[in-house]
């Protein structure tokens, strides 16, 4: 038996990480998600809290394409639609 | 009188720029709003026409904000809320 370090972001106590620098990054996607949300109910009439909130993270994981879209390539936000951030994540259950 | 040149976006044949750059800014305003709706319609559910449309345009119109939050500034998502662009707008009746 070994004690590990886990980071976790205090915006998602359901995600823990090994790696410190993973956690902030996680961490600053959340934070990103949640401004965007905040402002699209405030300018967009008749969201519902699904809506927003799926907004809220579409764009937040999707950030560098996006930058790279309102940076004067706008068909790229056609081209692709991933969801970034679960392409790493296996299920614990596939591992065994 | 005399003949002036006016400069239009083929994207929206309602509004006529005496300038060139201009007219070229807000083509790709448009451009940007568009993809962005496609975007919006495509990854988020139950959205209306209406709240596509809108979606789009206020991520266009406040793109050099949107920039700065994406990059590392959420907050400012919260402390503007500018429609930047009808602000330059004078009705034609206004200048009779």
Known sequence: MAVVTLFMSDRDKSKT?????????YDKMLEL??????WMEKEIEGLNESQIESIGL????????LLKALKGKPELLLEKSD?????NVTPISASA
Chains 1, 2 share one sequence.
Do not use: M, P, Q, R
């Not at 990480?17 to 990054?25: G, L, P, R, V, Y």
């Not at 998600?33 to 905040?38: G, K, L, R």
């Not at 579409?58 to 394409?65: Q, S, V």
């Open 33 to 38: 998600a949640e401004s965007v949300s905040i």
């Open 83 to 87: 969801s970034e951030d679960s392409e």
């Open 17 to 25: 990480f090994t790696d410190k620098k993973e956690a902030d990054n």
């Open 58 to 65: 579409l764009l937040a994981k999707n950030k560098d394409n």
